[in-house]
């Protein structure tokens, strides 16, 4: 890490959806965690736990209901017009389905030169350079900028996508699923191409996931979420190689094995029941039900983050 103080801060966040008279859905629940400059901080978890949720909420697609988010220090729901403007191009969103997140009704020209018109940063011609730079950096070229979406393979369209967020030089991304719709070895290659511009650019990357293989390899950080809140976070190697929260611990159990004679010997941690109702959720801690380890106190008292090691945080009675 760069600097002591984080580029970004996510204090405190709720984003809760009203669905009708006394309904609520707490998508995201008093969440807080920090990025720093340089690193890439990766968020797993089930679906529907608030990854992208809380990925939305820092590019500002979603309102907060209570909470911040500082980057560099600044409240970005509290920017005026230019302040917003200079936020929108330092951080960009990779959306994860690449079938949906680009326009078909425009050129691949267009697409990635968008956000340098809006920002007016480039004459017409070199708008026309850099696109082709661009697109030359994630793998295509000249003679895909004339093309539509619907023409290109889904790892293709993808690399699209990346070149539209580098497209207003960023330096912070926010990846949502970026590789979940792809191909394994299309996965492999966009992953690759993210830690080298990375390394180019000096970029920082929320890379949000559930495939925890990907995770592991891409992250220097992992953050643990479960049914709208954070239940660990550390350091990719410690997380994996020594996880805390009980429902950390059943993820990792969870990862494939290609070797039979490991995946025999390797311990496999079944949980019951289903993922209550994110709707009007009541005290105590959330994986009660499903945790083969909860206990009475579980299920009444809200189990709050606790230090475990340098970097290392777990919320767990247990712990």
């Not at 070229?141 to 996508?161: C, V």
């Amino acid at each position: 890490m760069s600097e002591k103080t984080p580029m970004l801060s996510v204090q405190d966040l709720c984003k809760y959806f009203h669905l009708g008279r006394h309904l609520e859905l707490k998508a995201v629940d008093h969440v807080s965690f920090d990025i720093f400059q340089g690193e890439t901080v990766g968020l797993v978890g089930e679906s529907g736990c608030g990854k992208t949720t809380t990925g939305r909420a820092i590019v500002k697609l979603h309102e907060p209901t209570s909470g911040k988010i500082l980057y560099r220090g600044s409240d970005i729901f509290k920017q005026n017009k230019a302040e917003r403007l200079e936020y929108c191009g330092n951080v960009q969103m990779i959306f994860q389905n690449p079938y949906a997140s680009l326009n078909s009704r425009m050129t691949v020209s267009e697409i990635v030169g968008e956000g340098m018109k809006i920002h007016g940063q480039y004459s017409k011609k070199q708008q026309e350079d850099r696109v082709l730079e661009l697109l030359q950096k994630v793998g295509l070229g000249r003679d895909h900028m004339s093309r539509f979406a619907h023409e290109f393979s889904g790892g293709q369209r993808q690399r699209i996508g990346i070149a539209r967020a580098l497209s207003v030089n960023p330096e912070f991304i926010v990846c949502d699923e970026p590789v979940s719709a792809l191909d394994v070895s299309i996965q492999a290659q966009v992953i690759n191409m993210l830690k080298k511009l990375q390394e180019e650019l000096g970029l920082t990357y929320l890379f949000i996931a559930h495939d925890l293989s990907v995770v592991r390899y891409i992250s220097d950080r992992v953050i643990v979420m479960y049914l709208g809140g954070i239940v660990e976070e550390a350091p990719a190697d410690e997380l994996y190689r020594n996880p805390q929260h009980p429902y950390t611990k059943v993820l990792l159990s969870a990862i494939p094995i290609a070797d039979p004679d490991k995946i025999r010997s390797k311990e496999r941690i079944a949980i019951k029941g289903e993922i209550p109702s994110p709707i009007n959720l009541g005290d105590g801690c959330r994986f009660a039900d499903r945790c083969p380890y909860a206990l009475e106190r579980c299920k009444s008292e809200t189990p709050q983050m606790k230090e475990l090691a340098a970097g290392h945080r777990a919320a767990c009675h247990l712990l």
